[in-house]
T-cell receptor, first 113, second 113 residues
Framework: NAGVTQTPKFQVLKTGQSMTLQCAQD?????MYWYRQDPGMGLRLIYY???????DKGEVPNGYNVSRLNKREFSLRLESAAPSQTSVYFC????????????FGDGTRLSIL | AQSVTQLGSHVSVSEGALVLLRCNYS??????LFWYVQYPNQGLQLLLK??????LVKGINGFEAEFKKSETSFHLTKPSAHMSDAAEYFC???????????FGTGTRLQVFP
């Protein structure tokens, strides 16, 4: 029972390099999310996708792009990585029912030098 | 807009002592509320959720939380701390009208022998 799977788990980039973080869920959820986690700031929403074919900006979208490839997969792309994007990135999925929780992946730890 | 406040970014208790982690929310209507736990280098795991049924909610690992509408609070408690409870805890609220979770900034719990 995989749930939400994120790849890679760790990555080190140089400033200016590009990178795509992958996320896949096997729970048939309509909604998927990308968050970043920074010390003392909790989780902040970068982008989300309420359903296949739709994406919307969250609280901190600058410097990122997303693709909802199909119902299962939601990728996050850094076109030109900056040191300020050093963070832990979490993908989550949700059934769409408010009384149900979001399910999270184990995260991608990204360092940009 | 909804918001979540977690008082105390760090809480330290002795093993066997009461754990109390505070969470207050702002909302014009009773929201859905969640507590998540994050162990080192792992993703977020649901501890418990409030979905407008019983105001006292029991979760995993002996944790529970009480929804108090008059205080707009959803504090997390555990009668007796265990070393394995050391982790970061996040309170989150789900809005009725949107499909996004709003997270607090987290509380790191340390348990001393």
């Amino acid at each position: 029972n995989a749930g939400v799977t994120q790849t890679p788990k760790f990555q080190v980039l140089k400033t200016g390099q590009s990178m795509t973080l992958q996320c896949a869920q096997d729970m048939n959820h309509n909604s998927m999310y990308w968050y970043r986690q920074d010390p003392g700031m909790g989780l902040r929403l970068i982008y989300y996708s309420a359903s296949e074919g739709t994406t919307d900006k969250g609280e901190v979208p600058n410097g990122y792009n997303v693709s909802r490839l199909n119902k299962r997969e939601f990728s996050l792309r850094l076109e030109s990585a900056a040191p300020s994007q050093t963070s832990v990135y979490f993908c989550a999925s949700w059934s769409g029912k408010s009384n149900q929780p979001q399910h999270f992946g184990d995260g991608t730890r990204l360092s940009i030098l | 807009a909804q918001s979540v406040t977690q008082l105390g970014s760090h809480v330290s208790v002795s093993e066997g002592a009461l754990v109390l982690l505070r969470c207050n929310y702002s909302s014009s209507v009773p929201p859905y509320l969640f507590w998540y736990v994050q162990y080192p280098n792992q993703g977020l795991q649901l501890l418990l959720k409030y979905t407008s049924a019983a105001t006292l909610v029991k979760g995993i690992n002996g944790f529970e939380a009480e929804f108090k509408k008059s205080e707009t609070s959803f504090h997390l408690t555990k009668p007796s701390a265990h070393m394995s409870d050391a982790a970061e805890y996040f309170c989150a609220v789900s809005e009725y009208s949107t499909d996004k979770l709003i997270f607090g900034t987290g509380t790191r719990l340390q348990v001393f022998p």
